[in-house]
């Protein structure tokens, strides 16, 4: 059949397109013929160039592919396993098994900028933790092999010793690409937090710097871990660290912790019944230069100036005016110094920024002991507590804010945001990834009835949700997920081959691969129009075909064999009813019966209104 509808693409979405389209936008001069002239670009820096030889620079060994392979488009696919899932039809949670770096590649067009936070707690690279190997030809196969898709056994992840000559190179290698895909789906107040220990520190900070950019770093948290040391090392090391960078920073990057009614209690009082209600006292006084008088007590005409090397924070006239109103009074006994009341009713937020310093939010053993009750002891090792990650969602998510984590491990991130949205009556959502990871057979995990990893982060969130659902029957909260699996693309690549038998020849008239269903082929083109997989989806019966409608009209897809021009007809109907701002249509290139009744469809949908018709 001749191409009458353009086809879609099978692959992710092109990044390096995308950035080319993006600087021709900003500078049309420097393209001749579609291509970049360097020379041109140089110009138009001007002095934001820098070509020495000899200037400040991160580098390693493979750096440039790493790079190219965080641009280069995946030819994967989701693929939805309901029957693994919670709630499938009313979730907005989601969890993919599969490479991260894949997936990250399959979710830019869907999420770009719509993620609020990102906490991951990647390989420490201590030596014995896995570091990924990515395969620059055919990632989608080399991921099939490890997970042991292909021949049923799949190859172990290998581990990093310190012995390798490449020890630190093949764990920048795997970083930097999945956080330079990551930054692309963080909202512009979106914030990332990086779990990592002393050995790689100094080089995640150095990627991260280049990555997200060295202004954008919001700071480093510390956290205490343990109680002891036990002997390693010269200092045996109790701590993680958080590295915490945004999109963009601003004030609206963290949102703090919810002040405690212990802290308010603490905090504010109000020993001379004030009618402004519970004050605390602050200094009148700062280190910048600033108005410079002699506050005087008017009840006892003692003077007051700042003390050395400081300043007042108010005009004269201000502070007269405060005096009056009550708002600045000379200690609480009225004969001290001059200080200011702040009321806490007039907080401009009833949070407070986290500080740098955590030993109060949970700790390693506390991660081990919750996933020793929830599933069994000893099945996952050094899981993160959930309480660690609620009290980082608890600084910088609200409402429906959406939460990544593409290192998942045991599953603990949804967990604290189940945990969350009870406790503040939010609906943030989830977004996890996880490798399937297959386990040691002399593992507790694999003893426990667990081949892989992604299996025991399904398991915990199962059983977590139902535990909430049976201690809060009233809870109307989201507590389900939707597991999506990667795999290679639903669509069949055509293979020229002059030896193909006429049976190959009618197979490759459908270029849908025959082990695939129509719920495969359905979420690709969500993937490939940058849909939310989440979105809700009806079926239509127009003219006895089945048509998918997503998002109340925004696309309508027919996957259905003999598609005659009815099926036009009733979906322009199904346009009139629906009304969308714009509606989008996807056929199976091989469903029409020949070029004229496809040709025709075409003709019925632009009349129509409908411009966008693509096939597969």
Not at 248 to 266: M, Q, T
Not at 373 to 383: D, E, L, Y
């Amino acid at each position: 059949m001749k191409k009458v509808i353009p086809e879609m693409d099978s692959k992710s979405m092109d990044i390096v397109a995308d950035n080319i389209s993006k600087l021709k936008a900003l500078f049309p001069e420097v393209f001749t013929e579609g291509k970049v002239d360097f020379d041109a670009l140089k110009t138009v820096l001007g002095e934001y160039i820098d070509d020495h030889e000899e200037r400040y620079s991160f580098t390693w060994n493979g750096k440039t592919k790493a790079r190219m392979l965080a641009q280069t488009p995946s030819a994967g696919t989701l693929r939805p396993c309901k029957e693994e899932s919670v709630d499938w039809d009313s979730t907005q949670n989601l969890f993919i098994e599969g490479d991260n770096l894949e997936v990250l590649k399959l979710l830019q067009k869907s999420y770009h900028k719509k993620v609020k936070m990102i906490y991951i707690d990647p390989p420490y690279n201590t030596g014995k933790d896995f570091v990924y190997k990515d395969n620059f030809k055919d990632n989608i196969k080399n991921y099939k092999e490890i997970t042991g898709q292909v021949d049923g056994e799949g190859r172990n992840l290998s581990s990093n010793p310190e012995t390798s000559g490449r020890y630190h190179t093949d764990w920048l290698n795997m970083m930097y690409p999945r956080l330079k895909l990551a930054r692309n789906l963080l909202k512009d107040d979106g914030v990332i937090f990086i779990s990592i220990d002393e050995v790689e520190v100094s080089n995640l900070i150095n990627i991260c710097d280049e990555i997200f950019g060295e202004e954008n770093r919001l700071g480093t948290i510390v956290w205490k871990k343990k109680t002891n040391g036990n002997n390693m090392g010269y200092i045996p090391p109790v701590h993680d660290y958080f590295l915490v960078y945004s999109r963009i920073a601003s004030d609206n990057c963290l949102l703090g912790f919810p002040l405690s009614d212990e802290f308010i209690e603490k905090t504010y009082s109000n020993s001379d019944d004030d009618p402004k209600g519970p004050w605390t006292t602050s200094d009148l006084s700062a280190n910048h230069v600033g108005p410079y008088f002699e506050i005087i007590n008017p009840e006892t005409g003692e003077g007051f100036l700042p003390p050395q090397g400081r300043y007042w924070v108010f005009s004269e006239e201000e502070v007269k005016k405060r005096i009056s109103e009550g708002r600045i009074i000379f200690g609480k006994s009225g004969n001290g110094r001059p200080i200011q009341k702040k009321f806490l009713k007039e907080r401009s937020s009833m949070r407070k920024k986290a500080e740098s310093w955590w030993d109060s939010h949970g700790m390693n053993e506390d991660g081990s002991s919750e996933i020793a009750k929830i599933i069994a002891p000893k099945v996952f090792s050094h899981p993160k507590p959930s309480v660690t990650i609620k009290h980082i969602s608890n600084i910088c998510t609200q409402n429906d804010d959406l939460v990544l984590d593409f290192f998942s491990g045991s599953g603990s991130t949804a967990h604290s945001i189940f945990d969350l949205n009870i406790e503040d009556g939010g609906s943030r959502k989830f977004i996890l990834i996880q490798l399937p990871e297959i386990t040691d057979e002399k593992s507790e995990a694999f003893k426990s009835g667990y081949r892989t990893i992604a299996e025991i982060g399904k398991e915990r969130i199962r059983r977590v949700s139902g535990k909430i659902k049976e201690e809060n029957p009233d809870y109307q909260g989201d507590l389900g997920f939707k597991v999506f699996k990667l795999d290679s693309t639903n669509i069949k690549p055509w293979e020229l081959d002059f030896d193909l038998t006429e049976q190959d020849l009618e197979d490759q008239v459908s270029n849908i691969k025959p082990d695939r269903k129509e719920d495969d082929v359905l979420y690709e083109v969500l993937l490939k129009y940058g849909l939310d997989l989440t979105l809700p989806i009806t079926e239509h019966s127009v003219a006895g075909h089945k048509v998918f409608d997503i998002g109340m009209g925004a696309l309508m897809i027919c996957l259905s064999d003999d598609i005659t021009t009815e099926v036009a007809e009733g979906i322009a109907k199904l346009k009139d009813e629906l009304n969308p701002e714009i509606m989008r249509v996807v056929f199976k290139d091989a469903g029409f019966a020949d070029d004229v009744v496809k040709t025709n469809a075409v003709q019925i949908l632009k009349q129509a209104s409908i411009e966008d018709v693509r096939s597969l």
